[in-house]
């Protein structure tokens, strides 16, 4: 299995630009959702999905869109990218049985918007 | 909503001493503890969790602690090791499907 997998690493962007952060897992999780980590603040949720078709809003969710139309991928959208985005972005995915509710992170994509 | 606090910021301990991160949270309903580790460049780890019907749970060299009617959890870790260098995340979260409410991070630096 690979895991959690998000692309790009990297990404830079000029403000007002829209671009889709990618992610997928090849671990038939039902629950994904997407953070971002910024300096002092922590994790903060942005989206999740509890299934295919199915997407809400987290704490932070201004400025960010989701889809959910397979179980494997969870792509997240700026719309119109503004440099208080600039953050490290993390995709996380669970698989909700009883007794286990381990959230498996990807590697991340750094972006910065100028 | 949750508010979860984490102390210390940052924690230097010699090689072999132990270290001790402490959170509180703010919702009573909240039910289930994690600790993520998140080593440089990489994403968070799952290294030890606790549900709020357990008072402690151990595995190997680390611990976490909750007092439900204080509303705090700590992590213990003990025999530190240069490879226990990380930041360590302490998160809640009330409903099933694990929206998770994180606090800011530790970053342990553990020296030989």
């Known amino acids: 299995n690979a895991g959690v997998t998000q692309t790009p690493k990297f990404q830079v962007l000029k403000t007002g630009q829209s671009m889709t952060l990618q992610c997928a897992q090849d671990m038939n999780h039902e629950y994904m959702s997407w953070y971002r980590q910024d300096p002092g603040m922590g994790l903060r949720l942005i989206h999740y999905?509890?299934?295919?078709?199915?997407?809400d809003q987290g704490e932070v969710p201004n400025g960010y869109n989701v889809s959910r139309s397979t179980t494997e991928d969870f792509p997240l959208r700026l719309l119109s990218a503004a440099p208080s985005q600039t953050s490290v972005y993390f995709c996380a995915s669970s698989l909700h049985e009883r007794g286990s509710y381990e959230q498996y992170f990807g590697p991340g994509t750094r972006l910065t918007v100028t | 909503g949750e508010n979860v606090e984490q102390h210390p910021s940052t924690l230097s301990v010699q090689e072999g001493d132990s270290a001790v991160i402490k959170c509180t949270y703010s919702?009573?309903?909240?039910?289930?503890f994690p600790w993520y580790k998140q080593e440089l460049g990489k994403g968070p780890q799952l290294i030890i969790d606790?549900?709020?019907?357990?008072g402690e749970k151990k595995d190997q060299r680390i611990a976490v602690t909750l007092n439900k009617t204080a509303k705090h959890f700590s992590l213990h870790i003990t025999e530190t090791q240069p490879e226990d260098s990380a930041v360590y995340f302490c998160a809640a979260s009330e409903d099933s499907w694990g929206k998770l409410q994180f606090g800011a991070g530790t970053q342990v630096v553990v020296t030989p």
């Open positions: 919702d009573s309903a909240s039910n289930y």
């Open positions: 999905s509890v299934g295919a078709g199915i997407t």
């Open positions: 606790i549900r709020s019907n357990v």
